[in-house]
């Protein structure tokens, strides 16, 4: 026991350890110069962090997006040297960066004899809101692809049918499903962002789920909600290749800024959960000859859960609710285009199916 305690004391020390780079950094002011010399300090330390998120028509990959994210913070700084030549200011600095996954971030406030670092103070609120603000950049160059590259449309034999009143229409099936890709994305930009992450099995889920339906005391409850998480502000499940059950990733957040963020790419102001599908019928060209658009309802694939909050407003309650993202499910659709001009048939040579935001 003592063994084991000590290497958990090892491994808590190594966690929470500081790492001091020496940095040189310019700007147009002295307060400029140390922003900069705090960032590439971070950079050096954590590593800057890079995610794709993959635009996907069909199974072709269209482009990346990438972006960058350094997760880390200031704890201490000293100025070594400064130079001014003209408008340009050069600072050498030693910093102290911490990990933004540590723990326990306690911004310093001073010793017992309430002396406080003003400056010092001032890095590290500055350099914590930075990193918050680069996690939510982060998060929403995948969100703001969202549903356009968030759902992958697989078509059908298209049939042409004749009504009773001898009205032409186009038979159009699709399965309507949620890009792997872009789910993989948005778990590794969240994943880097959030305070605290957690992961299991949707089997695993179901049988947890079942055992707190029979019991309810307090040791079930700790049993059944610590292993999967159970109550996050996000959960994004999807299937990896070769998995025959989904998995479910947890995240949890250092504010609700962060979940405000995602609810409003993702929630609708009013109204169910839904996404928009354009039909272009196509000459062999590629030119559009007529073109629809219908509402799908969504809520398969992303639902929500009562907010974290222990008093909430209708506003609130739309922007804090916990988001699902149920990646592995599918919808099956059946599109009647009516065909108004019946002497351009001849010409048709295709369907194209895209996903939007909304018809409008």
Known sequence: MKLIAWILSSLLVS????????????GHTLEEAKQQAFRKAIEQVVGAVVVSDQEVSGDRVVKDHIGNYSAGYINNYKILDTDEDGDRVTVRMSVDVASSKIAQRMIASGNKNLIINGQRLQAQLDS?????????QLIASVLNSYPENAFTI???????????????SIQVPFELGMSRPWLEALHEAVGLVAVDTTSCSTLTMNIT??????????????????????YPDLRVFYKKPGDFF???????????????????QLKPKLGQQRVSVRV????????SMDSRCVDINTEVFIRHNEPNLPVVSSKEERLYSRPDIVGQNKIKVELNVNISNLTNVEDLSRVRLTVQRSCT
């Open 154 to 168: 697989n078509n059908g034999d298209s049939e042409m049918k004749i009504s009773r009143y001898r009205n032409a």
């Open 280 to 287: 272009d019928l196509l000459d062999a060209g590629g030119m």
């Open 246 to 264: 989904a998995s479910a990733h947890s995240f949890r957040f250092k504010d609700l800024n962060t979940l405000a963020l995602i609810n409003n």
């Open 209 to 230: 789920g079942s055992i707190k339906s029979v019991r309810n005391s307090d040791t079930v409850n700790r049993l059944t909600e610590s292993p999967c998480g159970l």
């Open 15 to 26: 966690t929470v350890a500081l790492a001091d780079v020496e940095v040189e950094a310019s």
């Open 128 to 136: 914590q809101l930075y990193e918050r603000q680069r996690g939510d």
